[in-house]
């Protein structure tokens, strides 16, 4: 399918691995050109750099300035915005281990990089009366989890924003779009430290039997792949989703009830 994103700009934010190593391949695979913005590369993104569609970006988004200083890297025009940076550490102790300062870095990497980057962006998008955002959330902005309380809130939080603003700059020509996966198989689940791990380290079972179980709690038996959320973001991205805004896209393999 041509998504007509053929010499557009993107910016994607957390893209070093992960569903956003995924989100830059399908972008480029679609003829875009990416500015990636992480702390770190890694061999996978550096390898899609050589194809000189990718500029990496070496930032630290939790900080005040270091969104604005990705969006000044991709130049005067701005097509695309994925907000995907964010951090998921489980909270194994319950509320009450939780400090201000966990919460404060978790509601600044999950929620004001995204706010600060498409305050960054939103200009260069209202001068061209075109734009698309498209933000990655998660499943627990409408399902709480206690094992991650201050992610859940942190995306509900990121889905109400991208909500809101679809409705202030929809008649702008600029679109804000969301998509919500369940677990998918990353190292924020599956890697060193990830979800899976700090888990099984609290309840005496292995990562893996951690993740079996949730696998087993999720209708289709399985984590999304991150070229499934790949997918959905670049098609809410594109012009083949040109009157689609406010919109979130959930894939979790039937893990949340709808009605």
Known sequence: MELGLSGRTAIVTGGGGGIGLAIVHALIAEGAFVVVGSRSTSPELDALIDKEQVRFVAVDLSTADGPAE?????????DILVNNVGSAPARTGGFLSVTDEMWLATLTINLLAAVRATRAVLPLMLAAGSGSVV???????TLADPAVVDYSAAKAALSNFSKSLSKEYGGRGIRFNTVRPGPVSTDLWLGKGGVAETLAAASGHTPEEVAARAAAGIPSGRFSRPQEVADAVVFLASDRSANTTGAEIVLDGGMVDTW
Do not use: D
């Not at 990705?70 to 701005?78: D, F, N, P, R």
């Not at 933000?135 to 902005?141: L, R, W």
């Open 70 to 78: 990705l969006v000044s890297y991709a130049g005067s025009t701005v």
């Open 135 to 141: 933000t990655v959330s998660s499943i627990n902005a």
